[in-house]
């Protein structure tokens, strides 16, 4: 285009936030490089001490067990399919660790260390993918929302709720037990969606204590970033008039200190804040996925030396800060969590298949009440014909 | 108490039922668009946001989806959010929160989580509007389950109907007649006795007859009341029910009718293919096999979209086209 | 030609359909998730991105009202976009643009504008997967004036039927039975004339009889296909009947047999309640009335939402819940 | 909130851009000021002749005659509802005069202006509004769509069209001609749909010809703009990666300069736009509206002042540009436009109760055939009936 006609336009956005850059960019919210080096950084700062760095990295190894043990399930034919966290750890971590009891979560289907840091029993993580119900476990319990499916649809959700924690007077008292923050998880696909955009406007407007927590993994399924935004999508706040920052999604530090941050700013009553998580899906899709249809071997290879969970175990030993006997009882942990998952999927009772009926309606209908009957009858008859 | 007898318009007890079902129950929130203020561009929420605050009565962006989404998510954290959508034909920008997200809640979390959110929707033609404003959409809600659909036919009903669907733990599609929101006037006692109230999720005989039983609801009630009048001037006792609830359907009373009468008619201003009446035509012929005289005949809107306002009255079942489906079933 | 016979599954029937059509006309257009180099999640869309380039096969942003929205412009623009929606409970976010927009537009312009969109939708259950994946929202589409609704059964029929589609200057939902993709194979001519092959919007007789006559589509149509021999062990003569067509349909086939055997079942997986079964029953009730020797029967999923997988065989009407049925129509 | 945990996520967006200003903000391209006298503007100049100024001022004056013209056939019951653009002919013809032929509009129900401009005949959005059509002028003669009620759907039919505009190679090709913008209309309420931010999104992600054309109103239908956005409207380009710029929608000069530079963005291939033409609906949303039960009469004495016909009438006065037989030959005109559109809205034929079952279709179905031909049997038995 002519340069006169562009210029007057301001300058390419597209040229000032540049393209996707593989490192995230200069934007990016780092405290703990992928060598393991504590950095600053000039706005956020990580404000707990190294037991919590263990925590984290226990945490951490935990949660990659639930998702190796869960894939390996999978594969034994005891899940009909697993969405993988590999590779999202930190961002998952770093964020559910800096949320407190009254905050709530409205996760995708992917949030398995969210879920872990919620307080959620894995095994009840595995009932959806097993097939046995649809996640099941009570969000009352832990603040913990259910798995949505529908790519985007919870965000609209979390901004709803947060408008009730509005009207409950539940925001900027100063009441650190009181004030409470709403986080909604998405991907970076999700972000397209019409929800999606729709709820940074609820939520803008009514200045709603709503943490956006967008983990860009860099695919949805097959579609790289590219195909949903040309511009980092953090900037995306921008348009709605709330702030919108990137980090670094494989840096548990970070990630902890900048989602507490927000949090805290939406607990305040300063509104919302979208967190850009820039990490990377190491894992495939779901199980039922085959990456090596559509990216390159080399990304993943790059990715790998990023690992959420070996820069902390890099800190941890090149600084002293754990022995041999903390890395052996992590280990320790997660062999067990294994077993735990493993003999607690098999025994994961299949629903009755008359229970559906019950579960539609909080005041069942005669006409459903009939057809359950009618089922029921049915299914007798077989069972009679069996004893006959 | 005669004394406490107030005559209102649909519109006018539209606006007392919600007005009381707020004052009963703090956690109820209106939300949509233009409902402050302006009271909606039907002035169902008229007064209200004065009364109750903006808090409490809120104005949303425009955008469908996101008014019930949010209502979702006002819900899980214990809200009774009534949200209006403004016309029935921009209901479709929230389908997908309406069939995915508040019919299967209940269910995906076994009973967790409740969802007692009230979608009102004015609904049908006959007002003169351009298109998108007079569109029937009842079948694709009762066709979800999940979701149970009501809808009023008279201010009485709409009185007591939209307290009752407030007050149900379930989410419940109201949709409202829009053609008779200023057409008659009722008596309503504001002061009875809440359980005195006929039930949410029932039909009823609104005018007992012998010959042919007359099915019909919203706006096609006072239509097929007429035709029953007409008829009845050439000899023909028609009884007709008003179903009220689309989803449950109420079908013992009709049953009951078509079993003494052995001929029924449908009627609803829906597209006819796939209209709440072939799911009551197929209910009835199975139920009630042996007692039919002649087949259910189904009197709906044609299979084209609404069409523009200057023959909408041609396009819209009406009183001749009922009588002649009640004529037609004395043919078999 | 039998040496061009090619033994395909429905989704290589499918693919090689697109093929065709792609090569045929410039202006078919693939759009949707993932359709590019993955060649979508159930690989039909396989190889054509790389055939055809990104600007006729493109991967979309991932939001589905944009998906069928920018299709709509393109149509205008003259292009035939073919969208597929990845799986069946995804195409609610749609659902404004396909009934508001897609259905009404040649209506509103009076002709002038054709909307010569292909909606894919992967639909039915039976694979095992999690919510959302095994929705039939067939009728919802079907109660929709303006868009045209069709099913494949088999490859032979996927192969045709998804050209005829795309040749169509009407918008066709073109739903297919995921459960089927990789199910079978069947000998495909690739080379025969076009114009010998069954127009799309009829249905066809798959198996003759004379005792009942058996109505599915898509999905269900191979567990009729056994039920009809399970019947005919005991004596009993099904005849089978693919409807291929829901929107419009073609009854004709259908009260031609309901006329000579007296006794209808219909089976889907939809939802019962307002399901296609309804409005099929609702017609021959109305249209074979003295020829039926019992009321149509219903055979659908229930009125629940779709349960977990682990129970999902038992929610989906099966033979066992067909053969029953059929059984049924001899107790009237 | 604690002000160091607000500095780190950046300035607040609120306070920067600031809230709605009755005058537009600092942002505001002006040319043209509501006292009549041209300015200066360092990105974007006026480049025609003052013959073109009193064309627009024609331009304006026709379409405010449409518009109180059918304003009246409303009220004297010969249109169901007019849906009114008084306040908003600038923005209409600024940007409907910068169009080329090959270039495609996708409008709302209110762009009467641009209709006009398009050479679509005036009777012809009459029928809409009486009730005998749906808008049937041809889109093609005119490369003007349809009106589209349902609102923000059109902005993705825009998109779409402009991808299909790119793969048909009319786009950056240097030939006047051939180069093609699309531009979609919609308002300031409209930009919270889905649809809106996902068209944004189509169109960023490739790149296609669209300019989105933003009538802020300041109202829709009763909410003002604050219930849709907390910042201003232009503002929501930049989370999408493209610019965005608010132009004085009551200023025809800069409108037409504006948009004739973003239209030239996109032919080039630069492209979409976000043009946020601030104005002012002057009179109802509809004619069954009644704006006293929801904004003050202040606010529209105020914007009366900015009136967009009479700021250009005061210029072309003032300057000596236009004599006095100039403006009375276009209020003959005006008054002729009236005659026609009363006698011909009373003589717009009334469909036929059968037409509706031709038109669904394409390819016409039996099943629909056939519901026509039984409904034409039953009307005949009226008129035989009658005959009798
Ligand atoms: C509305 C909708 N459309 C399509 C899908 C199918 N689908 C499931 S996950 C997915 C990709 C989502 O990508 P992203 O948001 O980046 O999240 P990620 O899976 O990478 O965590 C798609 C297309 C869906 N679940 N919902
Ligand atoms: C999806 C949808 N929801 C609601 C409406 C009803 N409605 C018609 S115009 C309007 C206000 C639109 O405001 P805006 O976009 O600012 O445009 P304006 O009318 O001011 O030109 C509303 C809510 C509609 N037409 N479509
Ligand atoms: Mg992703
Ligand atoms: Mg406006």
Same mark, same amino acid.
Not at chain 2, 52 to 70: H, K, M, N, W, Y
Not at chain 2, 274 to 289: K, P, T, V, W, Y
């Given at each position: 285009?002519?340069?006169?006609?562009?210029?007057?336009?301001?300058?390419?956005?597209?040229?000032?936030?540049?393209?996707?850059?593989? @490192?995230?960019?200069?934007?990016?919210?780092?405290?703990?490089?992928?060598?393991?080096?504590?950095?600053?950084?000039?706005?956020?700062?990580?404000?707990?001490?190294?037991?919590?760095?263990?925590?984290?990295?226990?945490?951490?190894?935990?949660?990659?067990?639930?998702?190796?043990?869960?894939?390996?399930?999978?594969?034994?034919?005891?899940?009909?399919?697993?969405?993988?966290?590999?590779?999202?750890?930190?961002?998952?971590?770093?964020?559910?660790?800096?949320?407190?009891?009254?905050?709530?979560?409205?996760?995708?289907?992917?949030?398995?260390?969210?879920?872990?840091?919620?307080?959620?029993?894995?095994?009840?993580?595995?009932?959806?993918?097993?097939?046995? @119900?649809?996640?099941?476990?009570?969000?009352?319990?832990?603040?913990?929302?259910?798995?949505?499916?529908?790519?985007?649809?919870?965000?609209?959700?979390?901004?709803?709720?947060?408008?009730?924690?509005?009207?409950?007077?539940?925001?900027?008292?100063?009441?650190?037990?009181?004030?409470?923050?709403?986080?909604?998880?998405?991907?970076?696909?999700?972000?397209?969606?019409?929800?999606?955009?729709?709820?940074?406007?609820?939520?803008?407007?009514?200045?709603?204590?709503?943490?956006?927590?967008?983990?860009?993994?860099?695919?949805?399924?097959?579609?790289?970033?590219?195909?949903?935004?040309?511009?980092?999508?953090?900037?995306?706040?921008?348009?709605?008039?709330?702030?919108?920052?990137?980090?670094?999604?494989?840096?548990?530090?970070?990630?902890?200190?900048?989602?507490?941050?927000?949090?805290?700013?939406?607990?305040?009553?300063?509104?919302?804040?979208?967190?850009?998580?820039?990490?990377?899906?190491?894992?495939?899709?779901?199980?039922?996925?085959?990456?090596?249809?559509?990216?390159?071997?080399? @990304?993943?290879?790059?990715?790998?030396?990023?690992?959420?969970?070996?820069?902390?175990?890099?800190?941890?030993?090149?600084?002293?800060?754990?022995?041999?006997?903390?890395?052996?009882?992590?280990? @320790?942990?997660?062999?067990?969590?294994?077993?735990?998952?493993?003999?607690?999927?098999?025994?994961?009772?299949?629903?009755?298949?008359?229970?559906?009926?019950?579960?539609?309606?909080?005041?069942?209908?005669?006409?459903?009440?009939?057809?359950?009957?009618?089922?029921?009858?049915?299914?007798?008859?077989?069972?009679?014909?069996?004893?006959? | 108490?005669?004394?406490?007898?107030?005559?209102?318009?649909?519109?006018?007890?539209?606006?007392?039922?919600?007005?009381?079902?707020?004052?009963?129950?703090?956690?109820?929130?209106?939300?949509?668009?233009?409902?402050?203020?302006?009271?909606?561009?039907?002035?169902?929420?008229?007064?209200?946001?004065?009364?109750?605050?903006?808090?409490?009565?809120?104005?949303?962006?425009?955008?469908?989806?996101?008014?019930?989404?949010?209502?979702?998510?006002?819900?899980?954290?214990?809200?009774?959010?009534?949200?209006?959508?403004?016309?029935?034909?921009?209901?479709?920008?929230?389908?997908?929160?309406?069939?995915?997200?508040?019919?299967?809640?209940?269910?995906?979390?076994?009973?967790?989580?409740?969802?007692?959110?009230?979608?009102?929707?004015?609904?049908?033609?006959?007002?003169?509007?351009?298109?998108?404003?007079?569109?029937?959409?009842?079948?694709?809600?009762?066709?979800?389950?999940?979701?149970?659909?009501?809808?009023?036919?008279?201010?009485?009903?709409?009185?007591?109907?939209?307290?009752?669907?407030?007050?149900?733990?379930?989410?419940?599609?109201?949709?409202?007649?829009?053609?008779?929101?200023?057409?008659?006037?009722?008596?309503?006692?504001?002061?009875?006795?809440?359980?005195?109230?006929?039930?949410?999720?029932?039909?009823?005989?609104?005018?007992?007859?012998?010959?042919?039983?007359?099915?019909?609801?919203?706006?096609?009630?006072?239509?097929?009341?007429?035709?029953?009048?007409?008829?009845?001037?050439?000899?023909?006792?028609?009884?007709?029910?008003?179903?009220?609830?689309?989803?449950?359907?109420?079908?013992?009373?009709?049953?009951?009718?078509?079993?003494?009468?052995?001929?029924?008619?449908?009627?609803?201003?829906?597209?006819?293919?796939?209209?709440?009446?072939?799911?009551?035509?197929?209910?009835?012929?199975?139920?009630?096999?042996?007692?039919?005289?002649?087949?259910?005949?189904?009197?709906?809107?044609?299979?084209?979209?609404?069409?523009?306002?200057?023959?909408?009255?041609?396009?819209?079942?009406?009183?001749?086209?009922?009588?002649?489906?009640?004529?037609?079933?004395?043919?078999?």
């Amino acid at each position: 285009m002519s340069p006169e006609i562009g210029a007057a336009f301001g300058p390419n956005l597209v040229e000032v936030f540049g393209p996707s850059q593989a @490192d995230g960019g200069p934007e990016l919210i780092q405290l703990l490089t992928p060598e393991g080096e504590r950095i600053e950084h000039p706005d956020f700062s990580f404000d707990l001490d190294d037991e919590a760095v263990k925590g984290f990295y226990r945490d951490m190894m935990l949660t990659r067990r639930i998702d190796t043990e869960a894939t390996a399930l999978q594969r034994h034919g005891e899940l009909g399919i697993w969405a993988q966290l590999l590779g999202q750890e930190a961002a998952q971590i770093g964020s559910g660790r800096a949320l407190r009891p009254q905050d709530y979560v409205f996760p995708t289907y992917r949030e398995h260390g969210v879920a872990y840091c919620r307080g959620v029993d894995p095994l009840r993580l595995l009932g959806l993918f097993r097939g046995v @119900d649809q996640g099941a476990w009570d969000p009352r319990e832990n603040n913990f929302g259910n798995y949505t499916i529908v790519i985007g649809a919870q965000t609209l959700h979390a901004a709803g709720y947060a408008m009730g924690v509005q009207r409950d007077g539940a925001v900027g008292t100063g009441d650190p037990e009181r004030d409470t923050a709403v986080v909604a998880y998405f991907g970076d696909g999700a972000s397209s969606q019409g929800d999606v955009n729709e709820s940074f406007i609820f939520a803008a407007v009514n200045n709603a204590p709503v943490v956006f927590f967008l983990q860009n993994n860099q695919w949805a399924i097959s579609e790289p970033m590219e195909r949903q935004s040309r511009i980092p999508l953090y900037q995306r706040a921008l348009g709605f008039g709330f702030p919108g920052v990137r980090v670094d999604g494989n840096d548990v530090l970070a990630c902890y200190a900048v989602t507490q941050a927000a949090l805290q700013r939406a607990r305040e009553g300063s509104g919302p804040t979208l967190v850009e998580a820039y990490t990377y899906r190491m894992g495939a899709h779901t199980t039922t996925d085959d990456p090596t249809r559509y990216r390159l071997s080399e @990304d993943l290879e790059h990715w790998k030396l990023k690992d959420p969970i070996a820069r902390v175990e890099v800190y941890l030993k090149r600084n002293g800060l754990a022995d041999d006997e903390f890395f052996d009882s992590v280990d @320790d942990e997660c062999e067990a969590l294994g077993v735990t998952l493993r003999d607690g999927c098999k025994a994961l009772p299949d629903p009755s298949a008359l229970s559906v009926f019950d579960q539609v309606y909080e005041e069942q209908t005669e006409e459903l009440a009939a057809q359950r009957d009618g089922y029921a009858a049915y299914r007798g008859s077989f069972e009679s014909e069996g004893v006959a | 108490m005669a004394g406490t007898m107030n005559k209102m318009t649909l519109a006018k007890a539209l606006n007392a039922g919600l007005r009381k079902a707020m004052e009963g129950d703090p956690k109820v929130l209106l939300m949509g668009e233009d409902v402050g203020k302006l009271g909606g561009v039907f002035r169902i929420t008229d007064g209200l946001q004065k009364d109750f605050g903006e808090d409490r009565v809120i104005d949303t962006p425009l955008a469908e989806s996101g008014i019930i989404g949010t209502a979702v998510g006002l819900a899980m954290r214990g809200y009774r959010p009534v949200c209006e959508i403004q016309f029935d034909g921009f209901v479709y920008p929230a389908y997908d929160q309406i069939v995915s997200q508040v019919a299967k809640i209940h269910f995906r979390t076994q009973g967790k989580v409740k969802m007692p959110i009230v979608i009102r929707i004015p609904f049908g033609g006959g007002i003169g509007a351009v298109e998108h404003h007079s569109e029937s959409p009842e079948a694709q809600f009762a066709h979800t389950p999940g979701l149970k659909v009501v809808t009023c036919s008279n201010p009485v009903d709409g009185y007591w109907m939209i307290q009752q669907a407030i007050a149900s733990d379930d989410p419940v599609i109201f949709l409202e007649p829009k053609r008779q929101y200023h057409a008659d006037k009722a008596d309503i006692d504001e002061t009875a006795d809440a359980s005195s109230i006929q039930p949410l999720f029932t039909s009823r005989v609104v005018r007992p007859g012998a010959d042919v039983t007359l099915l019909a609801y919203g706006p096609m009630v006072k239509t097929c009341l007429k035709a029953a009048e007409a008829a009845a001037t050439e000899g023909r006792s028609i009884e007709v029910i008003d179903l009220r609830t689309l989803s449950p359907l109420d079908m013992g009373p009709v049953f009951e009718s078509v079993r003494r009468t052995g001929r029924v008619v449908v009627a609803h201003e829906a597209h006819t293919n796939l209209g709440m009446g072939s799911e009551i035509a197929a209910r009835i012929s199975e139920q009630c096999f042996y007692s039919l005289e002649s087949p259910v005949l189904r009197v709906g809107g044609f299979d084209t979209p609404y069409p523009p306002s200057r023959i909408e009255e041609e396009w819209l079942p009406d009183l001749d086209r009922v009588l002649d489906a009640i004529d037609r079933t004395f043919e078999f």
